[in-house]
């Protein structure tokens, strides 16, 4: 009786003091254990913004206290996903990650369920991602002017993939043509993956993808890049031109990733996030990471976010018009 009562004298101080050892790691469990933030990617996983998501969410959630859960929600251009966020509530709780996709959709979708910049808090723009104006080497062009020149010597002759009607790619395309006033048939695919392999077999002759994506393609010789579709050059292609220095001045088109909350949060609450979601940008594992995806990190603040959407619904409604894109 002895030994059983000195053993679980024995049990109960061992007990406390591992409490009072792991006390800082006790609270750091409690905090985790705290309601997670529902941070969701309109888009599939596996996609470019799901790998920034995902790459976001860790470090992410130990600057904010509590964890951030990814939560794909893809189909119809990301209008689902994106439903789910403005209706979402105005707390914090729930966040999205979307692309530009987000100020296309309003102009290629006739009866979309939202608006898209009423609707949303804007909390900052993560960063861009550049495209590049590639060809299939049998095309022969080595510049943007010997491109331009070749497809003005054959209208209508040569065409352009791009991942589908009313994405990214397809209007990078529509607005080098409008820019270049040179006349090149659209070929959209569904997806990215497809249009390039057709464009490696040379099925497609030219068009637009991520630097990221192609670069591979390019060091290889499988494909040829033109020029890039930025304002500035890219450190991933330092010798490869900007169209806007290569014979289209005004030529300026990448994609990008924001975060964003349905309308009517707190501004104290958006501006504390920005700070986390800035801190964590800064992070060296992520700007490894984001690097790795060809982001170019911008992290702008909420007030420069508001502009920045405006902008972009009025370039995109341009280009969208042009195109004559429509999907419903």
Same mark, same amino acid.
């Given at each position: 009786?002895?030994?059983?009562?000195?053993? *679980?004298?024995?049990?109960? $101080?061992?007990?406390?003091?591992?409490?009072?050892?792991? +006390?800082?790691?006790?609270?750091?469990?409690?905090?985790? &254990?705290? /309601?997670?933030?529902?941070?969701?990617?309109?888009?599939?996983?596996?996609? *470019?913004?799901?790998?920034?998501?995902?790459? =976001?969410?860790?470090?992410?959630?130990?600057?904010?206290?509590?964890?951030?859960?990814?939560?794909?929600?893809?189909?119809?251009?990301?209008?689902?996903? /994106?439903?789910?966020?403005?209706?979402?509530? @105005?707390?914090? %709780?729930?966040?999205?990650?979307?692309?530009?996709?987000?100020?296309?959709?309003?102009?290629?979708?006739?009866?979309?369920?939202?608006?898209?910049?009423?609707?949303? /808090?804007?909390?900052?723009?993560?960063?861009?991602? #550049?495209?590049?104006?590639?060809?299939? #080497?049998?095309?022969?062009?080595?510049?943007?002017?010997?491109?331009?020149?070749?497809? @003005?010597?054959?209208?209508?002759?040569?065409?352009? +993939?791009?991942?589908?009607?009313?994405?990214?790619?397809?209007?990078?395309?529509?607005?080098?043509?409008?820019?270049?006033?040179?006349?090149?048939?659209?070929?959209?695919?569904?997806?990215?993956?497809?249009?390039? /392999?057709?464009?490696?077999?040379?099925?497609?002759?030219? +068009?637009?993808?991520?630097? *990221?994506?192609?670069? #591979? =393609?390019?060091?290889?010789? @499988?494909?040829?890049?033109?020029?890039? %579709?930025?304002?500035?050059?890219? #450190?991933? $292609?330092?010798?490869?031109?900007?169209?806007?220095? %290569?014979?289209?001045?005004?030529?300026?088109?990448?994609?990008?990733?924001?975060?964003?909350?349905?309308? +009517?949060?707190?501004?104290?609450?958006?501006?504390?996030?920005?700070?986390?979601?800035?801190?964590?940008? *800064? &992070?060296?594992?992520?700007?490894?990471?984001?690097?790795?995806?060809?982001?170019?990190?911008?992290?702008?603040?909420?007030?420069?976010?508001?502009?920045?959407?405006?902008?972009?619904?009025?370039?995109?409604?341009?280009?969208?018009?042009?195109?004559?894109?429509?999907?419903?």
């Amino acid at each position: 009786m002895r030994t059983s009562l000195f053993r *679980q004298a024995c049990n109960a $101080l061992a007990a406390l003091t591992t409490l009072a050892l792991l +006390g800082g790691q006790a609270v750091s469990v409690s905090a985790q &254990e705290a /309601t997670p933030v529902r941070l969701i990617v309109p888009t599939q996983p596996g996609s *470019q913004a799901d790998a920034v998501a995902r790459a =976001l969410s860790q470090p992410l959630g130990k600057q904010l206290g509590q964890s951030v859960v990814v939560e794909n929600i893809a189909g119809a251009g990301g209008v689902p996903g /994106t439903q789910q966020i403005v209706r979402a509530p @105005k707390d914090g %709780s729930t966040l999205g990650l979307i692309s530009s996709n987000h100020v296309i959709n309003p102009f290629i979708y006739k009866n979309l369920p939202y608006d898209a910049l009423k609707d949303i /808090t804007p909390i900052t723009v993560i960063g861009t991602l #550049p495209l590049v104006l590639v060809v299939n #080497p049998a095309v022969g062009a080595q510049t943007t002017k010997e491109l331009i020149a070749l497809l @003005k010597s054959k209208p209508g002759e040569l065409n352009y +993939g791009s991942s589908g009607n009313g994405t990214v790619l397809h209007l990078a395309g529509q607005l080098f043509a409008s820019e270049a006033k040179v006349d090149i048939r659209h070929v959209p695919y569904k997806g990215a993956g497809n249009y390039t /392999t057709d464009l490696i077999g040379g099925q497609v002759q030219m +068009g637009f993808l991520t630097v *990221q994506a192609v670069l #591979p =393609l390019i060091k290889a010789g @499988k494909l040829k890049a033109i020029a890039v %579709s930025t304002a500035q050059r890219v #450190p991933a $292609l330092p010798d490869v031109p900007t169209l806007a220095e %290569s014979g289209v001045p005004h030529y300026s088109f990448d994609a990008w990733l924001a975060i964003v909350g349905p309308a +009517g949060m707190p501004k104290q609450g958006v501006h504390d996030l920005q700070s986390k979601i800035k801190a964590t940008l *800064q &992070e060296r594992d992520v700007q490894e990471h984001l690097a790795a995806q060809g982001v170019v990190v911008t992290a702008t603040g909420a007030d420069a976010a508001v502009p920045f959407f405006r902008n972009e619904l009025d370039k995109h409604a341009r280009i969208v018009k042009q195109a004559g894109a429509t999907l419903n």
